[in-house]
């Protein structure tokens, strides 16, 4: 039986460890203690923080893995790059793991391999934080330059909002420095996919939905297909590809934050894993096979083709709660309409656990996925979600 890996046991991580575990694989699953859905489904747990790359490889030689992979996360690409390198593995290389893992070296990558992105300046103090906006210009975005889900990372108008963002940064990072990067007016989109052989073997843009709280956007949704001209969608591949080159990725799934306004594309992150909000699930539905499935082929260095199959429009969005509290109860009558064969839905908590407040992605406190290309008819389910949950919010 081959032995796969996988770095974390969180809610992005289950389908992973389940898809593994359907191809016959033994899963050693990796992740700090904690109450994480995947190690139930583990066949071997070790408690160990992603982050500890010599820890991990010790683990990877204990067991002789034939492959190490993740999903959903950007903290465990530094710990899969160093063991692919090390034991030979199939995977993203240290050096681009390293890469795309810092916002700053990232954006020197870009920079360095013309790949079109905003504009940045990394600095280690307030003071220089104030010049960089200055010279960019208000607004800006400040960035904490190793965290995703949009930790750390806010908009700035003016020279009060760009210290409390700079210090919102420092706090949740573990550099001793940040990024403040030009603001630019355009339409969002998100980008995912394959790199084999340093190109972009698999690319499909998609739509995102944003949640708005407290003055920061938050990922909380996305739509298949995004809709453009011939032109833009070209010029959305050759920055990827660019973007791709100059990072290093290969023989690994990408997630890419994506600009486009009037034909122009600009490249703002890119990933060397594949992205969180229910993007797998997606890609699976829109691309026809199971984007699991093609990810853990990958790492265990098998032959892997991405032919898409129909292109079926669906769509996803993360339910948060703004003020969190107590989940009190579920109202079955609403949970029964959601039980059809184009819908997939799920609750993170349990009647009686308390509910965060919305302050990132991980907040998140359940989905829905859908194959449908009708907006009204996702909302009216969407809703339909949401009226299930009665929540006992705090005084």
Excluded at 7 to 28: C, D, F, S, W
Excluded at 214 to 243: D, K, N
Aim: a neutral charge; one cysteine or more; aromatic letters at 8%.
């Amino acid at each position: 039986m081959k032995k796969m890996m996988i770095l974390g046991a969180g809610i992005y991580q289950v389908p992973l460890i389940k898809k593994a575990r359907e191809m016959g694989l033994y899963t050693i699953v990796v992740s700090i203690p904690g109450k994480y859905p995947g190690f139930a489904l583990a066949d071997k747990i070790y408690h160990m923080d992603t982050r500890d790359l010599q820890g991990i490889l010790r683990a990877a030689e204990t067991e002789k893995i034939q492959g190490i992979c993740t999903a959903g996360t950007d903290v465990a690409v530094a710990a899969i790059g160093y063991v692919c390198g090390q034991l030979g593995l199939s995977g993203i290389s240290p050096q681009a793991a390293e890469t795309v893992t810092d916002k700053w070296k990232m954006k020197q990558a870009f920079a360095a391999g013309g790949a079109a992105t905003a504009a940045f300046r990394p600095v280690f103090s307030e003071e220089e934080a104030e010049a960089a906006a200055a010279g960019l210009g208000y607004p800006v975005c400040v960035k904490a330059v190793d965290k995703s889900g949009s930790r750390g990372v806010r908009k700035a108008g003016d020279p009060e909002e760009l210290r409390n963002a700079y210090r919102e940064a420092r706090d949740v990072s573990d550099r001793d420095y940040v990024l403040v990067e030009e603001y630019i007016q355009a339409h969002e989109i998100g980008v995912d996919g394959f790199i084999q052989g340093g190109k972009p073997v698999l690319l499909v843009p998609h739509d995102k939905d944003m949640y708005r709280v407290g003055g920061v956007s938050i990922p909380g949704g996305h739509r298949f297909p995004f809709v453009c001209s011939e032109e833009l969608s070209e010029e959305i591949r050759r920055q990827i590809t660019l973007a791709a080159a100059a990072a290093g990725l290969d023989n690994c799934p990408f997630n890419a934050d994506v600009f486009v306004r009037d034909g122009r594309v600009w490249v703002i992150e890119i990933g060397g894993r594949s992205g969180a909000t229910c993007i797998p699930e997606l890609l699976s539905i829109y691309c026809g096979f199971s984007y699991y499935e093609k990810m853990l082929r990958a790492a265990l260095g098998e032959p892997v083709q991405f032919q898409v199959r129909g292109k079926r429009a669906c769509m996803a969005r993360l339910l948060f709660s703004e003020t969190g509290g107590l989940l009190e109860r579920l109202d079955e009558a609403c949970l029964a309409e959601l039980n059809r064969e184009d819908i997939q839905w799920q609750l993170d908590y349990a009647p009686g656990e308390k509910l965060p407040a919305a302050k990132n992605g991980t907040d998140r406190i359940g989905h829905l996925i859908m194959r449908t290309g009708d907006e009204r008819e996702f909302q009216k389910y969407y809703e339909r979600l949401r009226a299930a949950l009665k929540i006992q919010k705090e005084l």
